[in-house]
């Protein structure tokens, strides 16, 4: 490799020639050229390298007819264009190439003379198609539009690139900003007579991330040979030296790197010990669309068998951590309906209100919303198919600033407002974006709460001890540390929706503006912390959920639309019931941004899953993989598969993410007809205060939470191995009915559900005041080993599930 290539600057056409017959046969090459100035008397720079190589051919100042019949016919002698650089417009056009021998699968491709509308479709084109641009020339005369000149090749490593054409100085600085803070590379950069750029970025990596290369523009010919010394002597040569312009106002453009092989990615993984079948399968998809980091949690039922962080980027990329949080884009639907059926279980509001009565809206002019679309729409509706408001809000920041006579960003009320004014769709079969951004701002508004994750945290995350759930942030300034790094696979620029000013910024990174997104894509979670939540959906009979929140949900989403077979959302995309049986369900969700995706499957008393990804499934292309078909969602089932056969009975992990063990349950606990307690009856039917054995006539099969406790749950009970009856936490002394007090030595912890705020499962069971005991007060007091009746003067309302 060059540590110090020859650079040439600003030399006549004849003397470049006789440049090329002397350096040519002494084994140099050509890194770089460039033809600019006057067509008639252009000026070449060049830079140049001793290096292996294959044969190579060079022409210089052919008019465009003449150079397209070289490039025909050295293309058909197996040579193909590798750099090419023009000046001039129409017919006093010129233009200059290097043609190398190539085999015939990296054969490149010429486009000539193209218009800078017909380039930006050449671009996407190209991209759609699996090529990548190789080098360019833009090419232009005083009072002529600019026009560019470009190579092609095939995108072989499937590098995402993008390349941009007529940008002034100002406006290329502003390019490279946002680029570069997205971690893209400027591979070339070249001008016009007029002082026009082309520029080209690839996000892959030259050395240290954002360091291996260092890019000027505008540099007059001090400026140039002042870089060149201050970067040689750091051991960066360059690769590309471009003079543009005519004149005084003759300008040049260099990059110059540190190494020119760009960096292998590495394959790593974080967390617990995994299965082969299941990495392999997650690495498998993320080299096939270029993904650099991934993260995967299992849950075998209730417990959390499997986390895995996962790399394939270059060595100094950070590690993805299994508690790495991603953006879940519309995963984050599921989190919003289970606030709302939260909010429905509790008798805040019920499923066929309506909007105008529990989130009355006026228009940007203080009118009332008229059409059917916002006046008959039900709570319930928010959440199902064929919702009729208009769903895309997301992008519309400046025309409802507009409406406002504000500046940006917007709020969540004005985004409401806005939305009040445009009309209602004819028919729809998606779940609708904007009914879910509505639906949470039910949620807030009952919680009184700011954000839809502070509205969730009392009653979902809390219960659930999960700590990684939140407001997706919109500004890279605003990441948090234990985010993972959003890629575009187009490298498409966009201005933020999150100033005023609104600066160029890479995609997903303020381009649409996340914080008000929350219900319908603008959550961010760590992949165990989001099946943590499918796990607990699982969790019967008792769910920190509440039992009523989740069966509701599971019914509405399971249940088909009127007149159609298409499921009813509820924030899944499918759910359907296995079977007959109401606690066994299968279902997933998906979400897209342009810069992640996110699936999860909720499979009950089975296998559930979350996996999150830092980019887009598009493989050699860039259209977004919707997952249709594909092969990891709707279900990953290489993972799912490898998870039965080698996880299904491992130990829960939980604990080890800050997050207890959700309870167990024990079965065959019995209500006593004659002392109205609770015994065991597993082992014998113990002692009753009316004497003899307690009567389990007429009771259901109770069953009681073991282990770990949850909000709402009193944890510490006993069972008393003499009387069989459930005693109170610390109160090992009460009145046992066998005689003296009870002995709850080498009794399980067990945990009761305590003043639920739901309506669930069976209450009044009382503890005593004298005995301590668990008693059903519904039908009287019972009788108390203390004497008397049960004594029930400070107990909670207790709740036990039988069946």
Request: with cysteine.
């Amino acid at each position: 490799m060059a540590v110090d290539p020859l650079i040439d600057y600003d030399w006549t056409f004849s003397d470049f020639v006789q440049r090329i017959k002397l350096l040519y046969p002494q084994g140099f090459r050509l890194l770089s050229l460039s033809m600019y100035g006057n067509p008639t008397q252009p000026l070449i720079s060049a830079v140049w390298d001793k290096r292996a190589g294959p044969p190579w051919k060079w022409y210089l100042g052919y008019a465009p007819a003449d150079f397209a019949r070289v490039n025909a016919t050295n293309v058909a002698s197996g040579f193909y264009p590798t750099l090419v650089s023009a000046a001039g417009s129409g017919a006093d056009m010129r233009i200059s190439g290097v043609f190398e021998q190539l085999p015939a699968d990296q054969a490149t491709e010429l486009t000539f003379d193209q218009d800078l509308g017909a380039f930006g479709a050449e671009v996407a084109d190209r991209a759609f198609r699996g090529w990548r641009i190789r080098t360019g020339t833009i090419h232009d005369a005083s009072g002529a539009a600019p026009r560019v000149t470009a190579i092609w090749e095939k995108n072989t490593g499937n590098v995402a690139w993008n390349a941009f054409a007529g940008l002034d100085h100002d406006e290329h600085q502003r390019y490279f900003e946002a680029e570069w803070s997205g971690w893209a590379r400027l591979a070339w950069v070249t001008g016009s007579t007029e002082g026009k750029l082309l520029a080209i970025y690839r996000d892959d990596q030259i050395g240290p991330i954002g360091q291996g290369f260092v890019a000027r523009h505008g540099l007059t010919r001090d400026g140039v040979l002042s870089e060149q010394k201050a970067w040689l002597g750091k051991g960066f040569h360059a690769v590309c030296f471009q003079g543009y312009g005519d004149g005084v106002d003759r300008r040049y453009a260099a990059i110059f790197v540190n190494n020119e092989k760009p960096v292998a990615r590495t394959a790593r993984t974080t967390g617990a010990p995994g299965v082969k079948e299941i990495d392999d399968a997650v690495f498998k998809a993320m080299k096939e669309s270029s993904i650099r980091g991934a993260a995967l949690a299992i849950a075998s039922g209730t417990r959390l068998v499997l986390a895995r962080g996962y790399t394939w980027a270059e060595p100094d990329y950070p590690d993805v951590q299994p508690s790495t949080v991603f953006r879940l884009a519309s995963g984050s639907k599921l989190l919003a309906a289970i606030g709302l059926h939260q909010l429905i279980a509790e008798g805040h509001v019920s499923g066929s209100d309506t909007l105008p009565d529990v989130l009355p809206l006026k228009t940007p002019a203080g009118g009332m919303p008229t059409h059917a679309a916002y006046v008959n729409c039900t709570v319930d509706h928010l959440l199902e198919y064929d919702n009729l408001l208009q769903p895309r809000y997301e992008g519309r920041g400046t025309e409802i600033a507009s409406a406002f006579q504000t500046t940006l960003p917007v709020t969540s009320a004005q985004i409401a407002s806005f939305m009040m004014t445009q009309p209602a769709l004819a028919s729809y079969d998606k779940l609708n974006d904007f009914a879910y951004f509505l639906a949470s701002e039910v949620v807030k508004k009952y919680r009184h709460a700011g954000s839809l994750a502070t509205a969730i945290a009392s009653r979902l995350l809390k219960p659930l001890s999960i700590a990684r759930i939140r407001t997706s942030r919109s500004l890279l300034a605003a990441q948090a540390p234990d985010e993972a790094r959003y890629h575009s696979r187009d490298l498409r620029l966009a201005k933020s929706v999150m100033s005023p000013g609104r600066p160029l910024v890479p995609r997903e990174y303020g381009d649409e503006h996340l914080e008000t997104m929350e219900g319908s894509g603008g959550l961010s979670a760590a992949a165990v912390d989001l099946v943590r939540v499918l796990a607990a959906m699982s969790a019967t009979p008792y769910t920190p959920l509440g039992r009523p929140t989740v069966d509701r949900l599971l019914d509405k989403a399971s249940a088909s639309m009127p007149g159609t077979n298409r499921p009813g959302g509820h924030g899944f995309d499918d759910l359907d019931r296995v079977g007959q049986q109401p606690s066994r369900y299968r279902g997933y969700k998906g979400g897209l941004l342009q810069t992640s995706q996110s699936g999860l499957v909720v499979h009950s008393q089975d296998i559930s899953y979350v996996i999150v990804w830092n980019g887009l499934h598009t493989k050699a292309n860039l259209t977004p993989d919707s997952g249709e078909g594909s092969e990891w969602y709707p279900f990953f089932n290489a993972v799912i598969n490898a998870a039965r056969t080698h996880l299904a009975n491992h130990a829960d992990l939980f604990p080890s993410f800050g997050m207890p063990s959700l309870p167990r349950t024990q079965a065959n606990w019995r209500w006593c007809r004659h002392c109205q307690g609770l015994f065991f009856a597993g082992d014998s039917r113990g002692v009753c205060p009316m004497g003899g054995p307690h009567e389990r006539t007429g009771s259901g099969d109770y069953h009681v939470m073991l282990g770990e406790a949850f909000a709402q749950v009193e944890s510490q009970w006993r069972r008393c191995g003499t009387c069989q009856g459930l005693i109170a936490p610390a109160h090992n002394k009460g009145a046992c009915p066998a005689g003296g007090t009870h002995d709850t030595t080498g009794s399980e912890d067990y945990g009761i559900l305590r003043n639920s705020p739901y309506d669930e499962h069976q209450g009044d069971w009382r503890r005593c005041a004298k005995c301590q005991g668990l008693f059903h007060a519904e039908h009287g007091l019972g009788r108390c080993p203390a004497g008397g009746s049960h004594d029930k003067a400070g107990s909670a309302n207790y709740r036990l599930a039988y069946v």
